[in-house]
């Protein structure tokens, strides 16, 4: 079946250390987008990406870093920049031309927690 | 700016009573897109519907139903006879072009719980 796949679906880290959270997709889908989900706060846009070997900043992009190099895959990096890093993150993708209505489909999420 | 607010951050229902839950959006453009979406406590949001601002026909799909009135600029989900299995966060989302994409601005959530 297509979908998107998030790899791990839980993650502990020690303060000081980067992650890489893993997002595949099978959709055939162009654009990619990674989300930060807090208690009370929604899904906040941290990165993404509307071609391979392209993407911007959203929102919140500070102590993030991702990488586009293939159409089915768009990994996040926490690095140890990031200050509250301890959140839901969840990866979505999109049709990107043809009737592109922003619809998003995402994965199952990553629980991140920095002990 | 765009934004959406969804004013009811927690609701509580008994099975089989029927729940409204509220969006409110902020938008200049006059083409733009409205998305409902569930999230389970399996984490994965899910799909339920999408409305163009052009068109502001109700929809009803099962025990759902969706009211966008453009001149309050609210999109409101029904949910008729809810069922425990109704019970997740629930999102309004607004999208529209910003920068050569589809700019996706989600409000906080609501957190339906119904009570068997």
């Known amino acids: 079946d297509g979908g998107i796949t998030q790899s791990p679906k839980y993650l502990f880290r020690k303060e000081g250390q980067n992650v890489t959270l893993s997002c595949e997709q099978n959709?055939?889908?162009?654009?990619m987008y990674w989300y930060r989900q807090d208690p009370g706060q929604g899904l906040r846009l941290i990165y993404y990406?509307?071609?391979?070997?392209?993407?911007q900043k959203g929102d919140i992009a500070e102590g993030y870093s991702v990488s586009r190099e293939k159409k089915e895959s768009f990994p996040l990096t926490v690095t140890s920049a990031q200050k509250n890093p301890t959140a839901f993150y969840l990866c979505?993708?999109?049709?990107?031309?043809?009737?592109?209505?922003?619809?998003?489909?995402f994965g199952e999420g990553s629980r991140l927690t920095v002990l | 700016a765009q934004k959406v607010t969804q004013a009811q951050t927690e609701i509580s229902v008994v099975e089989k009573e029927d729940v409204t839950l509220d969006c409110v959006y902020e938008?200049?453009?006059?083409?733009?897109?409205l998305f409902w979406y569930k999230q389970p406590p399996s984490g994965e949001l899910v799909f339920l519907i999408r409305?163009?601002?052009?068109?502001?026909q109700n929809e009803i799909s099962g025990r759902y139903s969706w009211n966008f009135q453009k001149s309050t600029s609210s999109f409101n989900f029904t949910i008729t006879a809810s069922q425990v299995v109704d019970s997740a966060v629930y999102f309004c989302?607004?999208?529209?072009?910003?920068?050569?994409?589809?700019?996706?601005?989600f409000g906080i959530g609501t957190k339906l719980q119904v009570i068997p």
């Open positions: 979505a993708s999109s049709m990107r031309t043809g009737g592109n209505t922003g619809e998003l489909f």
């Open positions: 959709l055939n889908h162009d654009a």
């Open positions: 990406s509307q071609i391979v070997n392209d993407f």
């Open positions: 938008t200049r453009d006059t083409t733009y897109y």
């Open positions: 409305r163009n601002s052009f068109d502001e």
């Open positions: 989302a607004l999208s529209e072009r910003a920068g050569g994409y589809q700019k996706v601005t």
